[in-house]
Structures are given as C-alpha cells and as structure tokens.
C-alpha cells in the first residue's frame, strides 16, 4: 500500500483515492476536467497570450501582491512550477474558447441580445384595479409624481426608491412587463395592466442595449463553453453507463 497524501493523522492509500472522489461526489468534476484537457491538448500559446492569461488568472482569484500569491499556492499545496502549470493551462483554455467560438461570436450575440438589453423604470403596484385607475389618472393629469405615488401607495420594494426598479435585465422580468417595457419609449406611461395578483402601472425611464464589449464578450466564450463542456459531459456518462437489463418470468 502506497501513501500518496497526508491529511492530519490520516494517511490516504493510492487505491483509496478513487472511492474517496467518489464518496466525496468530486468524480464528475475530474472527469470534466480531463475531458477539457483532451480538448485543449493541441493547443499553443504565445508568451503574451500566457502573459494575459496570468493577468486573468489573478484578477479571478482576487491576487493582488506577491503575499497574495504565495498564500493561494500553499492553499492548493502548489510548487512554483506547479502554478505555472496551471497558468498555461488556463491560458490554453482561454485560447480554445476564442479558437472554437470566436469566429461566430457576434453573431451568436445578436441572436441573444434581447435577453441581455437592461431598462430602468418606474412601478407603481397595488391589489385593487380601482386605485390602480385613479392614480393613472393622476399621473396623466399631472398631479403627483410619480416618485410619491409609488412611495405613499406602492406595495412592493419599490416604494423604498420612489418606484425605480434597475437596471435589470429585460429577461428576468415577468414577460407581460417586458414586453410592455420593451415596445415603450422613455417617459412613455403606461396604463394599467394585471401581472399575477398586482395591478401595475409602469413608465420606463431609461432603455440600455447590450453592447459586445470585452465582458459581454467573455460572458458569451464562457456560456458557449459551458454548453459545449455540458454536452461531452453527458456523452460520456451516455457511453459509459450500463445497460439496463430486463427480465421477465417464463
């Protein structure tokens, strides 16, 4: 039997490791993990692309200084060439997102846009359609704002900030308010309509398009290769699963 870690008084044998990754449910994340070194195995970077992917590395980690760094190595229990190791590793991923996904990222964004396009508005919601009514006319009339409406009357969170709600996402929404929201111009009050249980009354403020910046640009690398990771995922537990086997009396 051969010790390969020490943890405490403890001693873990090499033909223990497999059954602890298993008892401890961390066997799928190895096996992902193998699976994107398979994927990443023929790829090459440059010494600025390293460089890059050392600075992501810490600004994901929250390295700050030298003292930062040491204490994140002896956390993981990692030797210097260890964590270069790591880096690269990191670095060869970064470069296989751009590599695989790149080419079509723009118009993978366009294609998804609308879920990422923020609003700011403003809400007034109450349980009775009558009241609902009565402050529409108001705020037509211009007798009220808004903001003192919705903090004297409002009956959700949003009285706290005189109605204003954002910015958030169009898609985290219930879909009757985005899409009211979303057909709306600045300014544009809307008249009351039922969502659930509330009667609301809407006026959007501020309307803000998602842009592909770097960090939209990242989100969408990382989402594409999730999905990607998720799929060689299942193929593998597909392929490697045991057949079922069905008997039946005679």
């Known amino acids: 039997m051969t010790n390969v870690l020490q943890v ?27 699976l994107i070194d398979q994927a990443i195995a023929d790829i090459q970077c440059t010494s600025e692309e390293a460089s890059s992917a050392y600075q992501q590395f810490c600004q ?18 990692l030797t210097s060439q260890q964590l270069e190791t790591v880096i690269m590793r990191y670095a060869r991923i970064e470069k296989f997102k751009q590599v695989t996904w790149g080419s079509t990222l723009e118009a993978y964004f366009f294609d998804r846009k609308g ?23 108001r705020l037509q009339a211009g007798e009220q704002s808004f903001a003192a409406l919705a903090q004297e009357y409002s009956q959700g969170p949003e009285a706290q900030t005189g109605g204003i709600v954002g910015p958030i996402a169009l898609s985290t929404l219930h879909p009757t308010m985005a899409k009211l929201l979303s057909r709306s111009q600045p300014g544009q009050l809307c008249a009351p309509i039922q969502v659930d249980k509330w009667v609301v009354i809407v006026r959007l403020e501020k309307f803000m398009p998602a842009e592909l910046d770097e960090p939209m640009r990242q989100r969408l690398l990382n989402e594409q290769f999730k999905q990607w990771l998720d799929a060689q995922f299942q193929r593998l537990h597909a392929s490697s699963a045991s057949p079922i086997v069905s008997t039946t009396a005679s």
């Open 8 to 34: 405490g008084n403890q001693a873990v044998a090499a033909e223990d490791i497999m059954p602890l990754l298993s008892g401890y449910l961390l066997l799928p994340s190895l096996k992902r993990e193998i």
């Open 60 to 77: 994901r980690y929250q390295i700050a200084s030298e003292t930062d760094l040491r204490t994140w190595m002896a956390h993981y229990s």
């Open 115 to 137: 879920q990422f396009d923020k609003v700011i508005y403003s809400l007034l919601r109450v349980q009775d359609a009558g009241a609902a009514q009565e402050f529409y006319f």
